[in-house]
């Protein structure tokens, strides 16, 4: 569905908003990229994309969140885009972004994202929502990706991503150094998983080294990883 540009931006910033928890109508309007009039408001509420709940803070319904996440995943993208292809600083992309989102359609969308490897995160460590693509990409490379528990003792590979919704937790992994495309050397596995990254060695509980997803650097393992 084909949404204008005003009530996409408001969509956009509410979103963002829940992210950083409770969204008040103050914080919807220092995030968005254009003026959040009441006109606006009450519009987005009458078509039932938002509610306003009794403490005062607003929320995206099922119908807005699924209207707004086209245009989040369009967002994220043309950040990355900009921060690993045209190498723009990344405090820069954000108003670029902006523009750049409203200018794709769904099939630049999905070329940017396949040329880019499906990113998860965006510069800024915020999910981005997935595409088919993302999916049927997912399906082709399982048997070749693995979490980095399954590594042998000693074994190392290189991080590709971190299959996580929580942003807390994928800002406290990027702090330690845990991010794609990083090497990483599995030395423990009991009683946590001890990990080396770079010159540092990382101890992790299961759970969380279960989300870290890494591609064995020899390629004849492979086929050894979508067997076991």
């Known amino acids: 569905m084909e949404v204008d540009r005003e009530l996409g931006e408001l969509l956009e910033a509410l979103w963002t908003s829940e992210e950083q928890g409770e969204a008040f109508l103050q914080d919807v309007r220092r ?81 940017i994202c396949t040329l880019l490897g499906h990113p998860r995160v965006c510069p800024h460590g915020r999910p981005i929502p997935e595409g088919e693509c993302c999916r049927q990409a997912e399906e082709q490379v399982r048997a070749i990706l693995l979490p980095c528990d399954r590594l042998a003792l000693g074994e190392t590979a290189r991080v590709a991503y971190v299959s996580t919704r929580s942003h807390a937790r994928l800002l406290r992994l990027s702090a330690l150094g845990i991010m794609p495309g990083v090497s990483v050397q599995l030395l423990q596995r009991w009683p946590s998983i001890v990990l080396r990254c770079e010159e540092t060695e990382i101890a992790l509980d299961q759970e969380i080294a279960r989300q870290i997803y890494v591609w064995r650097t020899r390629p004849e393992e492979w086929s050894e990883a979508g067997e076991t």
């Open 31 to 111: 995030i968005a990229h254009a003026e959040v009039t009441d006109q606006l408001l009450e519009r987005a509420l009458g078509e039932g994309l938002i509610v306003r709940q009794p403490s005062g803070h607003l929320r995206l319904t099922p119908k807005g969140r699924a209207m707004a996440t086209p245009i989040i995943r369009r967002h994220r993208l043309a950040e990355r885009l900009m921060c690993d292809v045209l190498g723009v600083d990344v405090e820069e992309t954000e108003a670029a972004a902006c523009e750049f989102e409203h200018s794709l359609a769904e099939g630049v969308t999905r070329a």
